[in-house]
């Protein structure tokens, strides 16, 4: 007897040891590409979504259903898409007003030396949270207090270990952070909400941070500032003219968060705001505003009477020059290529197989979090990548959440916590090696230090344990998200 098409393309429920087999090459090629042998990470996702494809296939799913799927996921990602895209437009903007040059100068004006990690903590969380880079944040003003420490003789590793807190605590609850965007992109949380729910776990696990650096810098002595704080203090002042007007871009966005206005039209305002800024008090030309919102900020953009940007030092110029809109789009490479894994793996419902399996055992809330957390741990660990350490267990655990009543962004803030603030403690990741090359101290000789970034997630365990800032959805968000999945 023949067999009609629509047999042939009947659809099969994959066995656990199919479902896994995307996940293992994802795994091993992630972990044997990117990190033994330096490999770009794209095109390795690209090919573990391409093995994804063959195991769909085998199992009756047509081309078209798979491209259809990766479709639908790229469209629900979109509102993520698109705010990334602006927040490169709002650094580069806030850069060329002098928004942000102007919060690094009065951060480093506050150094006290006796309390040099306590402040380095704070003035690089700052600097972070208004630039939305841990690295860039770690990688100028972080080595500016590295030169304050070894000039006064100070407990190197410790000071490191804070810029590192600081530069993470300011990432994780920026809006121009890509690592923060990317988690609210994965599990579907609107961006602001998301920043609100990380608070439960950043904020005592920063004021824990500081806690342990004040009682340490009362047993220290006093020291010097050396030349180079100086030189970063009187070339920001000649370049840029300082006014209150010039937090107004800040105040947009704050305003914006807690009105709980839409973020692409706020984040836009911010814009218009600081290139506002950008022409009438910093000497900005209207178009080279525009440019910075495209290509980012240049030093020689300033047109301030007495400005020489040559001259200008290099950690100035490397704390400056960055964003713009093309600055996201490695990023946003990225998240396309995680998506077309992820929407390939889910047509076939092996995702659904595997993470059934694996949750099967998990009951509590507080096992699914404490689950989430060796997920997010381990993936961190395998792949090194930040960002996938991100994107895939939130779209991986997003529908058990769901499932179990409990609202997605507690995954969003799970995932940073074991994910996020991680990477740049682990030796053998791409963060790790740059803040130990950057700050001069071994990673593991700063990871106890950069407290905030690994005890988080024994916050998250207890509010997990406790029940308290674990958010619920009613029946009808349920019913709505489940709908929508």
Same mark, same amino acid.
């Given at each position: ?15 656990? +040891? ?18 033994? =042998? ?13 093995? =994804? ?15 259809? @799927? ?9 509102? @993520?898409?698109?705010?990334? #895209? ?14 942000? $040059? ?16 306590? #402040? ?5 969380? %700052? ?6 880079? !841990? ?5 100028? %003003?972080?080595? @500016? ?69 004040? #009682? ?30 010039? &937090? ?16 692409? $039209? ?19 030309? /209207? !178009? ?8 980012? /900020? ?12 040559? !001259? ?20 946003? &490479? ?5 998506? =077309? ?17 694996? +949750? ?21 660990? %395998? ?6 350490? &991100? ?10 959440? %769901?499932?179990?009543? +409990? ?65 619920? &959805? ?10 929508? =999945?």
């Amino acid at each position: 007897m023949s067999v009609t098409s629509s047999e042939k393309r009947a659809h099969r429920t994959p066995s656990l +040891l199919v479902a896994a087999i995307p996940a293992v090459t994802l795994i091993v090629l992630l972990g044997g590409g990117y990190i033994a =042998a330096s490999l770009p990470v794209e095109p390795l996702l690209i090919a573990s979504a391409v093995v =994804a494809g063959i195991v769909a296939m085998t199992l009756g799913y047509t081309w078209d259903e798979i491209i259809g @799927a990766i479709a639908e996921k790229i469209a629900k990602t979109m509102p @993520a898409v698109l705010i990334l #895209i602006v927040v490169g437009a709002l650094i580069g903007t806030w850069m060329a007003g002098g928004t942000i $040059p102007m919060l690094i100068y009065y951060g480093l004006k506050i150094i006290n030396p006796q309390f040099l990690a306590l #402040i380095a903590l704070v003035v690089t969380a %700052i600097v972070s949270l208004c630039t939305g880079t !841990s690295w860039g944040s770690a990688g100028t %003003i972080g080595v @500016a207090f590295m030169g304050v420490a070894v000039g006064m003789d100070a407990n190197l590793p410790m000071v490191a270990g804070a810029i590192v807190a600081g530069a993470y605590f300011g990432d994780k609850l920026s809006p121009l952070s890509d690592t923060t965007n990317i988690a609210s992109l994965a599990t579907g949380v609107n961006l602001f909400t998301h920043i609100r729910h990380l608070m439960w776990t950043t904020v005592p696990a920063f004021l824990t941070s500081a806690v342990v650096y004040l #009682i340490f810098g009362l047993q220290s002595s006093g020291g010097t500032v050396p030349e180079k704080v100086g030189t970063i203090l009187s070339t920001l002042d000649s370049a840029f003219n300082w006014n209150l007007l010039l &937090l107004v871009p800040v105040l947009v966005v704050l305003v914006g968060s807690v009105m709980k206005l839409p973020t692409v $039209p706020v984040m836009l305002v911010s814009c218009a705001t600081a290139m506002f800024n950008a022409v009438v008090f910093q000497g900005v030309s /209207f !178009s080279n505003s525009v440019v910075a919102s495209v290509n980012g /900020f240049k030093v020689d953009m300033v047109g301030k009477s007495g400005f020489q940007a040559d !001259s200008v030092i290099e950690d100035v110029t490397r704390l400056l020059e960055r964003g713009g809109m093309n600055s996201m789009m490695s990023v946003l &490479l990225i998240c396309f290529c995680a998506i =077309a894994f992820a929407g390939t793996v889910s047509v076939s419902g092996s995702l659904d197989v595997l993470i059934s399996s694996l +949750l099967a055992p998990v009951k509590s809330t507080f096992a699914l979090i404490a689950s989430t957390i060796v997920t997010g741990l381990a993936v961190i660990g %395998i792949t090194s990548n930040g960002q996938v350490s &991100l994107l895939i267990p939130g779209e991986m655990l997003r529908g058990e959440y %769901i499932k179990r009543g +409990l609202d997605p962004k507690n995954l969003s803030r799970t995932i940073e916590d074991a994910a996020t603030v991680w990477e740049p403690i682990l030796p053998w990741t791409s963060a790790g090696a740059y803040m130990a090359g950057t700050l001069g101290v071994a990673t593991l000789a700063y990871m106890p230090w950069a407290i905030s970034n690994w005890i988080a997630i024994f916050f998250a365990l207890l509010w997990a344990a406790t029940g308290i800032g674990i958010a619920k &959805l009613t029946p009808e968000e349920q019913k709505a998200l489940e709908a929508e =999945a």
